[in-house]
Nanobody, 118 residues
Framework: QVQVVESGGGLVQAGGSLRLSCAASGSIFSINTMGWYRQAPGKQRELVAR???????NYADSVKGRFTISRDNAKNTVYLQINSAKPEDTAVYYC????????????WGQGTQVTVSS
């Protein structure tokens, strides 16, 4: 069985910082892209950031310069550092992992709530 478990969500004041973690475990192998999506109430799920196995990163325009994604391949873990948080960052954040070879699969976490108070 494979799973990803997120942690680090919570309440933060505007301008503050928070770090999310997501660890993949179980019989998982050949992890490629890892990343984060978020979904705010009444809105569609959107990509926040992703990072390839080679360390190439992509960010949503709304978080560039404030969020940093990183990963520890030895621990099968991806991180999202949130700085200069804004109330519009309030959402449930979902981790995802693309893994497997030759059959490629994706795996999603259960989500972690991030609330930014003004």
């Amino acid at each position: 069985q494979v799973q990803v478990v997120e942690s680090g969500g919570g309440l933060v004041q505007a301008g503050g910082s928070l770090r999310l973690s997501c660890a993949a475990s179980g019989s998982i192998f050949s992890i490629n892209t890892m990343g984060w999506y978020r979904q705010a109430p009444g809105k569609q799920r959107e990509l926040v950031a992703r990072i390839t196995s080679g360390g190439i990163t992509n960010y949503a325009d709304s978080v560039k310069g404030r969020f940093t994604i990183s990963r520890d391949n030895a621990k099968n873990t991806v991180y999202l550092q949130i700085n200069s948080a804004k109330p519009e960052d309030t959402a449930v954040y979902y981790c995802y992992v693309v893994w497997g070879s030759p059959l490629v699969r994706d795996l999603w976490g259960q989500g972690t709530q991030v609330t930014v108070s003004s």
